[in-house]
């Protein structure tokens, strides 16, 4: 059974705050993104990695940046956490070429106060 | 930019057939995805069209014009479970590596009732 899994389920965190959401996914998928889920806004991607050590900006990555050290492991990082980043995030992975399935991650709620 | 156009709700009766639409502006197109999402629960894939026309998964119906830039998913028979919102996902290639993005629509809510 596949499985992408993340670090928390709920999270609350302080304003200014370094907050680490971690993503790990056991299907050697080579892809691996970050999105953030708001209501009305659909999910927006954050960054995504092709592979190993590789990274791209998507189309909000202002306030965040990734670590990718290992294959099965996406990291998201906020480095000065801020009340506007309040946000359900969720992390995704597919295999490369023509696999079309994006599979999800339960998903982090993330407070900053 | 990337676009993509979606309604916000749509509500239709059990047994019923309703239509999702989803139109889309983007570079690099490679195909049009689906999306389920309960509430509560991680988005979980329904079908993908790459070409023009219909693909038909059970229930579950996906079509293409990449002439009209223009995608639809259809669910026949509705059941209250259906009861979800759905996103549409364009697959479009990055010009910074070549690799594939996926930038999904706002969401439609449906509401299927008894």
């Known amino acids: 059974d596949v499985k992408v899994t993340q670090s928390s389920r709920y999270l609350v965190k302080r304003t200014g705050e370094k907050v680490f959401l971690e993503c790990v996914q056991d299907?050697?998928?080579?892809?691996m993104f970050w999105y953030r889920q708001d209501p009305g806004l659909g999910l927006r991607l954050i960054y995504f990695s092709y592979d190993v050590k590789m990274k791209e900006k998507g189309d909000i990555p202002e306030g965040y940046s990734v670590s990718r050290e290992k294959k099965e492991r996406f990291s998201l990082i906020l480095e000065s956490a801020s009340t506007n980043q309040t946000s359900m995030y969720l992390c995704?992975?597919?295999?490369?070429?023509?696999?079309?399935?994006?599979?999800f991650g339960p998903g982090t709620r993330l407070t900053v106060t | 930019g990337q676009s993509l156009e979606q309604p916000s709700e749509v509500t239709a009766v059990e047994g019923a057939i309703v239509q999702i639409n989803c139109t889309y502006q983007t570079s690099g197109f490679y195909g049009l995805s689906w999306y389920q999402q309960h509430d509560g629960g991680a988005p979980t894939f329904l079908s993908y069209?790459?070409?023009?026309g219909l693909e038909e998964t059970g229930r579950f119906s996906s079509f293409l014009s990449r002439s009209d830039s223009y995608g639809y998913l259809l669910l026949q028979e509705l059941q209250m479970k259906d009861s979800a919102s759905y996103f549409c996902?364009?697959?479009?290639?990055?010009?910074?590596?070549?690799?594939?993005?996926?930038?999904f629509g706002t969401g439609t809510r449906l509401k299927v009732l008894a």
């Open positions: 995704a992975s597919i295999g490369a070429g023509l696999n079309y399935e994006q599979y």
């Open positions: 069209n790459a070409l023009d």
């Open positions: 299907m050697d998928h080579e892809n």
């Open positions: 996902a364009v697959r479009s290639e990055s010009r910074d590596s070549g690799t594939y993005k996926y930038i």
